[in-house]
Every structure is written in C-alpha cells, then in structure tokens.
Nanobody, 125 residues
C-alpha cells in the first residue's frame, strides 16, 4: 500500500514563499512520475507541476512557470514544490500524486494511481 504524506503548507503573505514536501512509503517511489495538483474551493483539481521518475523531465502549468519549482530526492522518497512569489490566487489545497506506469510527466489527474491527503496553502493579500 503506497502512502503519500504532504507537509509544508500554511499561511503566507503575497510575495512570500513556501516549500511543500511529499514523502512516500510502501512502494517504489523512484519509478513513479510525481505530480502536484491543487484545488481551490468550488473549483476542479488542477495540475500544477510534474516530474518524471528520473527528474530529467519537468512540466509546469502556465500560471506557475518561473515561480514554482518541482524537484525530487529518490534517496529520501520525497518530492518537493518550492513556491516563490506567491499570489492570492495560489490559495488552495495542494495534493501530491504518484503515477506508476509512465516514463515521462503525466498531466492528467485521471491517470495518477496514488494521492496524498492534501495540505492547505493560503496566500493573503
């Protein structure tokens, strides 16, 4: 049973930074594509960033390009999301997810196999 546990969320002022972490247990993390998604109240869960199993490929949703950075440490079974220059519209519950079959970056939430419980990020104006 694969478990993903996110941490690092919180309340921050606009322009500030947060670093989210997601640690996996119970599976072969180093073979998974990992993604970060977010869901704001009343909205659908959306893709934010993804990284291939090796870390050689990354992909970002347009609104976070240049501000967010996804990375992973396979030795620690952990994926990170560094979020800089945060905006109030970044406020959401952030989820990490793992996909076991792809060698690249998976963009669509329907293809992910494992999900964390989410961590709240609130950006005040």
């Amino acid at each position: 049973q694969v478990q993903l546990v996110e941490s690092g969320g919180g309340l921050v002022q606009a322009g500030g930074s947060l670093r989210l972490s997601c640690t996996a247990s119970g599976g072969t993390f180093s073979s998974y594509c990992m993604g970060w998604f977010r869901q704001a109240p009343g909205k659908e869960r959306e893709f934010v960033a993804g990284i291939s199993w090796s870390g050689s490929s990354v992909y970002y949703e347009d609104s976070v390009k240049g501000r967010f950075t996804i990375s992973r440490d396979n030795a620690k079974n952990t994926v990170y999301l560094q979020m800089n220059s945060l905006k109030p519209e970044d406020t959401a519950v952030y989820y990490c997810a793992g996909e076991a079959d792809s060698t690249g970056v998976v963009l669509h939430k329907e293809f992910y196999d494992y999900w964390g419980q989410g961590t709240q990020v609130t950006v005040s104006s």
